[in-house]
Nanobody
Framework: QVKLVESGGGLVQPGGSLKLSCVASGRFFAINFMAWYRQSPGKQRELVAKITSDYTTAYDDSVKGRFTISADQAKNSVYLQMDSLKPEDTAVYYC???????????????WGVGTQVTVSS
Protein backbone atom coordinates (compact mmCIF):
# COMPACT_ATOMS: atom_id res chain seq x y z
CA GLN A 1 0.00 0.00 0.00
CA VAL A 2 1.28 3.44 -0.92
CA LYS A 3 1.62 6.00 1.82
CA LEU A 4 2.67 9.61 1.43
CA VAL A 5 3.69 11.20 4.72
CA GLU A 6 4.04 14.95 5.06
CA SER A 7 5.91 16.77 7.80
CA GLY A 8 7.15 20.24 8.64
CA GLY A 9 3.92 22.15 9.11
CA GLY A 10 3.25 24.40 12.05
CA LEU A 11 2.63 27.93 13.27
CA VAL A 12 4.82 30.73 11.96
CA GLN A 13 4.68 34.51 12.05
CA PRO A 14 4.14 36.54 8.87
CA GLY A 15 7.43 36.88 7.01
CA GLY A 16 8.73 33.63 8.45
CA SER A 17 9.74 30.40 6.77
CA LEU A 18 8.81 26.73 6.89
CA LYS A 19 10.00 23.70 4.96
CA LEU A 20 7.58 20.90 4.20
CA SER A 21 8.74 17.37 3.42
CA CYS A 22 6.93 14.42 1.93
CA VAL A 23 8.15 10.88 1.49
CA ALA A 24 6.36 8.14 -0.44
CA SER A 25 6.70 4.58 0.73
CA GLY A 26 7.64 1.64 -1.43
CA ARG A 27 9.03 1.35 -4.92
CA PHE A 28 7.76 3.10 -8.00
CA PHE A 29 8.28 1.94 -11.56
CA ALA A 30 7.77 5.53 -12.67
CA ILE A 31 7.01 8.91 -11.16
CA ASN A 32 5.55 11.45 -13.57
CA PHE A 33 5.50 14.31 -11.10
CA MET A 34 5.21 15.26 -7.46
CA ALA A 35 3.32 18.29 -6.24
CA TRP A 36 2.04 20.29 -3.32
CA TYR A 37 -1.57 21.38 -3.02
CA ARG A 38 -3.28 23.37 -0.32
CA GLN A 39 -6.79 23.86 0.93
CA SER A 40 -8.11 26.46 3.32
CA PRO A 41 -11.59 26.42 4.90
CA GLY A 42 -14.35 27.12 2.42
CA LYS A 43 -12.05 26.95 -0.57
CA GLN A 44 -11.23 24.34 -3.16
CA ARG A 45 -7.94 22.49 -3.08
CA GLU A 46 -5.46 24.35 -5.25
CA LEU A 47 -2.13 23.49 -6.82
CA VAL A 48 0.77 25.30 -5.17
CA ALA A 49 3.80 23.86 -6.94
CA LYS A 50 4.72 20.90 -9.12
CA ILE A 51 7.97 19.20 -10.12
CA THR A 52 8.24 16.68 -12.94
CA SER A 53 10.54 13.71 -13.34
CA ASP A 54 13.01 15.87 -15.28
CA TYR A 55 12.88 18.45 -12.45
CA THR A 56 10.85 21.00 -14.38
CA THR A 57 8.97 23.16 -11.88
CA ALA A 58 5.80 25.19 -11.97
CA TYR A 59 4.21 27.46 -9.38
CA ASP A 60 0.93 29.16 -8.70
CA ASP A 61 1.29 32.90 -9.24
CA SER A 62 0.52 33.58 -5.59
CA VAL A 63 3.69 31.81 -4.41
CA LYS A 64 6.16 32.58 -7.19
CA GLY A 65 9.37 34.02 -5.81
CA ARG A 66 8.51 32.91 -2.27
CA PHE A 67 8.17 29.11 -2.45
CA THR A 68 10.63 26.62 -3.88
CA ILE A 69 9.81 23.01 -4.71
CA SER A 70 12.51 20.36 -4.93
CA ALA A 71 12.67 16.59 -5.06
CA ASP A 72 14.93 13.63 -4.44
CA GLN A 73 13.70 10.88 -6.71
CA ALA A 74 16.03 8.31 -5.18
CA LYS A 75 14.21 8.84 -1.90
CA ASN A 76 10.73 9.29 -3.41
CA SER A 77 10.67 12.63 -1.64
CA VAL A 78 9.47 16.13 -2.41
CA TYR A 79 10.05 19.32 -0.44
CA LEU A 80 8.52 22.78 -0.30
CA GLN A 81 10.60 25.64 1.05
CA MET A 82 8.22 28.44 1.98
CA ASP A 83 9.67 31.89 2.63
CA SER A 84 8.09 35.29 3.25
CA LEU A 85 4.94 33.57 4.45
CA LYS A 86 1.69 35.51 4.53
CA PRO A 87 -1.52 34.93 6.51
CA GLU A 88 -3.23 33.96 3.27
CA ASP A 89 -0.84 31.00 2.97
CA THR A 90 -2.62 29.43 5.93
CA ALA A 91 -4.02 26.08 4.81
CA VAL A 92 -3.65 22.34 4.98
CA TYR A 93 -0.88 21.37 2.58
CA TYR A 94 -1.13 18.06 0.76
CA CYS A 95 1.56 16.09 -1.02
CA UNK A 96 0.59 14.52 -4.35
CA UNK A 97 2.35 12.00 -6.57
CA UNK A 98 1.39 10.67 -9.99
CA UNK A 99 3.11 7.47 -10.97
CA UNK A 100 3.11 3.70 -11.11
CA UNK A 101 3.75 1.93 -7.81
CA UNK A 102 5.18 -1.59 -7.81
CA UNK A 103 1.86 -2.83 -6.38
CA UNK A 104 -0.13 -1.31 -9.25
CA UNK A 105 -0.39 -1.90 -12.99
CA UNK A 106 -1.32 1.61 -14.11
CA UNK A 107 -0.73 5.25 -13.37
CA UNK A 108 -2.34 6.42 -10.17
CA UNK A 109 -2.73 9.60 -8.18
CA UNK A 110 -1.51 9.28 -4.60
CA TRP A 111 -2.18 11.72 -1.76
CA GLY A 112 -0.90 12.39 1.72
CA VAL A 113 -3.19 13.22 4.63
CA GLY A 114 -1.97 16.80 4.85
CA THR A 115 -0.07 19.02 7.23
CA GLN A 116 -1.41 22.26 8.71
CA VAL A 117 0.42 25.50 8.05
CA THR A 118 -0.76 28.52 10.02
CA VAL A 119 0.68 31.98 9.43
CA SER A 120 -0.33 34.34 12.19
CA SER A 121 1.10 36.88 14.58
Amino acid sequence: QVKLVESGGGLVQPGGSLKLSCVASGRFFAINFMAWYRQSPGKQRELVAKITSDYTTAYDDSVKGRFTISADQAKNSVYLQMDSLKPEDTAVYYCNLEGIHSSDSWINDYWGVGTQVTVSS
